[in-house]
């Protein structure tokens, strides 16, 4: 069975400053997809990167890259010159796929970041 | 676009009523999902359907809830009756065939008492 593991209840980061979130994952499938999601205090799901379990390059969207390390099953954020409005909750969520290819998204169960002044 | 849009925002019923909840998925999506955010259990997946068809409702807590899906512009989340603990936002998500671009609606924030 498909499991999300994010092993960083809460995180703090000192304003401009970069931050890593952990997320590890286990599957026995050969293709999947790995996203991250921003949730702030608002409550709406804010997709912020995805990474297939095929691509040989690490996304990168604007500050955010995430650090895929396939052997080690490890799909890390790194937000890069943090600001305060990037404190939130951020979960991290896995797509299963092979030949199943059911598509569903299953999450962990999330790290509160808190960016300091 | 409008974005997968979630009806009603919040929702105040007693204990024993019937509660639905309403999506519209985004035009072209057709992937659709039903997930429950708790500060106990995180968010879990509760039913998706692909082309209006339900794949996996293992994730439906018991009989008390039910899932349709219509036509690909609408899909209700049924809860009768309803309990104290199924307090909870429910999101609706869609996706174009289950792969990148999961988007999330804002929410139905549940509360039973």
């Known amino acids: 069975a498909q499991k999300i593991t994010q092993t960083q209840p809460g995180m703090f980061v000192q304003e401009k400053e970069a931050v890593t979130l952990d997320c590890t994952y286990d599957?026995?499938?050969?293709?999947?997809?790995l996203f991250w999601y921003k949730q702030p205090s608002s409550g709406e799901m804010i997709f912020l990167i995805y990474q297939g379990s095929y691509d040989e390059q690490n996304a990168t969207e604007g500050r955010y890259s995430l650090n895929f390390q396939k052997a080690r099953k490890s799909a890390n954020l790194v937000i890069s010159a943090s600001q305060l409005g990037d404190s939130a909750m951020y979960f991290c969520a896995m797509r299963e796929g092979g030949s199943s290819n059911t598509g569903k998204l299953i999450f962990g169960q999330g790290t509160t970041l808190q960016v300091k002044p | 676009d409008a974005g997968v849009i979630q009806s009603p925002r919040h929702e105040v019923t007693e204990m024993g009523q019937e509660v639905t909840l309403r999506c519209k998925p985004i035009?072209?999506?057709?992937?659709l999902f039903w997930y429950r955010q708790t500060m106990m259990r995180g968010l879990e997946l509760l039913i998706y359907f692909n082309n209006n068809v339900p794949i996996d409702d293992s994730g439906m807590p018991e009989d008390r809830f039910s899932a349709k899906m219509p036509n690909a512009s609408f899909s209700t989340l049924k809860i009768q009756p309803s309990e104290p603990r199924d307090s909870a936002v429910y999101f609706c998500a869609s996706s174009f065939d289950g792969y990148n671009g999961y988007t999330f609606g804002s929410g139905t924030r549940l509360t039973v008492v």
């Open positions: 599957t026995s499938d050969q293709s999947y997809g």
């Open positions: 035009s072209g999506h057709n992937s």
